[in-house]
């Protein structure tokens, strides 16, 4: 009984120091020389704000890496930051999708007296209304993509100096999803057909020829049962809502 009782002590003790005991290492390698043709490229004339360090945990691992912030100015004068660290194509999908869901709000903000939209930390373009939640983001295909090795070539990769989400659309695959919670009430349907007008303005905007849609209704009482969840896509070449 005592030595099963020493054994599991030691067991409980050698967990807790392996716990502890986590390998590190340190990348001091300079990503901001390596990539500076594509980044000169990408961004147009640049500045170094500053230059930090980053680091990333696992269970057994912790990881120092190098990070710079740079500063560039896009072609119609906007002034942008741009984080850099070792995963160069994740950093230019972050910064392409964002550059995107900015130039959505902007269109989105004509069609919404009152409502709070955000860009969230998920990269999705988020309306919140009284009577509904919308999350406007772009297909996993077209983000796996973007967070390839495509984007970083130094002649036909994606310029955030000027990318626009037309171009990502037409030239890069992405598709646009729209994804509502709607309160199921007696103007439910008031809110779908806003939601359509909509979607036929970004479609007209961004020249799509499809944009995929879903809508949940929340609160839902018997009389609205049937129609809890509809999703589908809307077709612009025959201006038709394919839903169900």
Not at 48 to 68: G, K, N
Request: hydrophobic fraction near 40%.
């Amino acid at each position: 009984m005592i030595r099963r009782y020493i054994t599991f002590l030691a067991l409980i003790l050698l967990v807790l120091v392996l716990s502890g005991c986590r390998s590190t290492s340190r990348d001091n390698t300079d990503y901001l020389a390596i990539h500076y043709d594509f980044l000169h490229y990408s961004l147009g004339d640049f500045e170094v704000l500053s230059e930090s360090e980053s680091r990333y945990a696992s269970e057994w691992h912790v990881q120092y890496s190098r990070r710079w912030m740079l500063q560039y100015e896009r072609h119609d004068g906007e002034v942008r930051t741009f984080s850099l660290n070792n995963a160069l194509s994740q950093n230019i999908m972050l910064a392409t999708v964002r550059i995107a869901l900015q130039e959505l709000s902007d269109v989105v903000y004509a069609f919404f007296d009152s409502a709070e939209i955000t860009i969230t930390q998920q990269d999705t373009l988020r309306i919140v209304t009284p009577e509904a939640s919308i999350a406007i983001n772009m297909n996993d295909w077209f983000l796996r993509r973007i967070s390839s090795e495509d984007t970083l070539d130094p002649q036909n990769g994606i310029r955030l100096y000027s990318v626009t989400t037309k171009e990502l659309i037409t030239d890069w695959g992405a598709t646009l999803h729209i994804q509502a919670s709607i309160q199921a009430d007696e103007n439910y349907l008031d809110v779908i057909e806003q939601l359509e007008v909509l979607t036929r303005a970004l479609s007209d905007y961004l020249e799509a020829d499809r944009i995929n849609l879903r809508y949940f209704l929340t609160n839902v009482e018997a009389d609205y049962a049937r129609d809890v969840d509809f999703s589908g896509f809307y077709n612009r070449e025959t201006d038709t809502f394919y839903l169900n």
